[in-house]
């Protein structure tokens, strides 16, 4: 299995942005990687992924036109670029892994997830 890392998390004021990076070590054999967050007493939910091979990308609508996702297939690092913070974007943030491609997976829920990251606090003030 994969192992993940994330960094770049951290408090910052609504409109401000943040970079989070996820370090890919190990075996890398899975057709997409993406980012979850959760919140409080809740699942954790989709919010971006790119396929490692073709770099298709796909967003949640509660992030769509704020955030970017990309890849570093020489560094083996997805980052996520996330812009024009919300208090709302207040949650855990963790890197994911799955060996399932997009014909396979519709949506990409949590249990679909063959590999998780430690997760990065990501802290909005309003």
């Known amino acids: 299995q994969v192992q993940l890392v994330e960094s770049g998390g951290g408090l910052v004021q609504a409109g401000e942005s943040l970079r989070l990076s996820c370090a890919a070590s190990g075996r890398t054999s899975n057709e997409m990687v993406g980012w979850f967050r959760q919140y409080p007493g809740k699942e954790r939910e989709f919010v971006a992924r790119?396929?490692?091979?073709?770099?298709?990308?796909l967003y949640a609508d509660s992030v769509k036109g704020r955030f970017t996702i990309s890849k570093d297939d020489a560094k083996n690092t997805v980052y996520l670029q996330m812009s024009s913070l919300k208090p709302e974007d207040t949650a855990v943030y963790y890197c994911a892994a799955t060996q399932f491609t997009v014909r396979r997976l519709r949506m990409w829920r949590p249990s679909d997830t063959r590999d998780w990251g430690q997760g990065t606090q990501v802290t909005v003030s309003s």
């Open positions: 790119i396929t490692w091979n073709a770099g298709s990308t």
